[in-house]
């Protein structure tokens, strides 16, 4: 796109992708040791921070292409997702979860696709995003498997969960903010 304005929903959605993927990296591999700003002391920062957090650094990534983004973005039936990132018409919901989350397994397919997904203005693209910290996940994963040990391995499962329709419309990400 060479920093233009996305085409359609599916433009915006890679574009968005690839801007929180350099992100992520950067927060868990980067010389500021960004991961730290998701921490209170020694404990996680509540999803609200650590999605406000994340926004702020995620819009000076987007801004040159002329794509902006908001926390709590509104959507069908009075529904909001964590962040909604636009390029009018378009716009694709971002839905996120602390690894605690009891809704972690539930979330992509009961809210990122069953509510904010059918938006016409996302065309059904959407990301569904986790911040993991400490591997303490509550809630018991959906596949079966024993609780995920790696971040790595909690975005591959999250991923597998998809329906193969799905999978070029949702990007799953994981955000490592565990202390080194």
């Given amino acids: 796109m060479a920093n233009s304005k996305p085409a359609n929903a599916a433009d915006l959605w890679a574009f968005t992708v690839d801007r929180l993927t350099q992100l992520i990296c950067e927060i868990r591999h980067g010389n500021t040791n960004d991961y730290r700003q998701y921490w209170a002391a020694d ?9 406000d957090t994340l926004l702020s650094d995620l819009k000076v990534r987007l801004a040159p292409a002329g794509v902006l983004a908001e926390p709590e973005g509104r959507y069908a039936d009075e529904r909001r997702a964590d962040i909604k990132v636009m390029s009018p018409p378009n716009q694709i919901p971002i ?21 904010y997904g059918r938006e016409t203005a996302s065309d059904g693209y959407g990301i569904f ?8 996940l509550k809630a018991a994963p959906s596949d079966g498997g024993q609780r995920p ?3 790595k ?3 591959r499962r999250l991923v597998a969960t998809l329906p ?7 990007a799953v990400l994981v955000v490592d903010c565990s202390k080194k």
């Fill in 129 to 136: 995003l986790v911040f993991w910290f400490t591997g303490n």
């Fill in 153 to 155: 391995e909690l975005q």
């Fill in 149 to 151: 040990k790696t971040s």
């Fill in 164 to 170: 193969e329709e799905l999978r070029h419309k949702i």
């Fill in 43 to 51: 404990i996680p920062r509540l999803e609200d921070e650590c999605r």
């Fill in 95 to 115: 839905e996120i979860k602390c690894e605690w989350h009891p809704q972690v397994w539930k979330a992509i397919r009961e809210q990122l696709v069953g509510k």
